[in-house]
């Protein structure tokens, strides 16, 4: 299983990135695929998750409203679109897929906000 995490870079506060993630491995229509972010000094935080089945989705108090999660089966590819971005959302952006109760994660992409 792999994930790559792709689409950080630095922008100003109230910027918008869109970040994306290649799943391969596995049947990616079977599983839900997250977004985590780790701030320096801070410990991993779940973002947002969409389930594969039914579409819902799941977003952390910290960016309902301005993050929104999407997939694109036939791409294997899982999106994560930032609005009205703050210097509190800097952080490494992982993507990430339990498989058999195993966890996955992607190499993380960076995303710098600055004020």
């Known amino acids: 299983v792999q994930l790559q995490a792709s689409g950080g870079g630095s922008v100003q506060a109230g910027g918008s990135l869109r970040l994306s993630c290649v799943v391969s491995?596995?049947?990616?229509?079977?599983?839900?695929i997250g977004w985590f972010r780790e701030a320096p000094g801070k410990e991993r935080e779940g973002l947002s998750c969409?389930?594969?089945?039914?579409?819902?989705?799941y977003y952390a108090d910290s960016v309902k409203g301005r993050f929104t999660i999407s997939r694109d089966n036939a791409k294997n590819t899982v999106y994560l679109q930032m609005h009205s971005l703050k210097p509190d959302d800097t952080a490494v952006y992982y993507c990430?897929?339990?498989?058999?109760?195993?966890?996955?994660w992607g190499k993380g992409t960076l995303v710098t906000v600055s004020s």
């Open positions: 990430n897929v339990v498989v058999s109760r195993n966890p996955y």
């Open positions: 491995g596995v049947s990616f229509d079977d599983y839900n």
């Open positions: 969409m389930n594969s089945r039914d579409g819902s989705t």
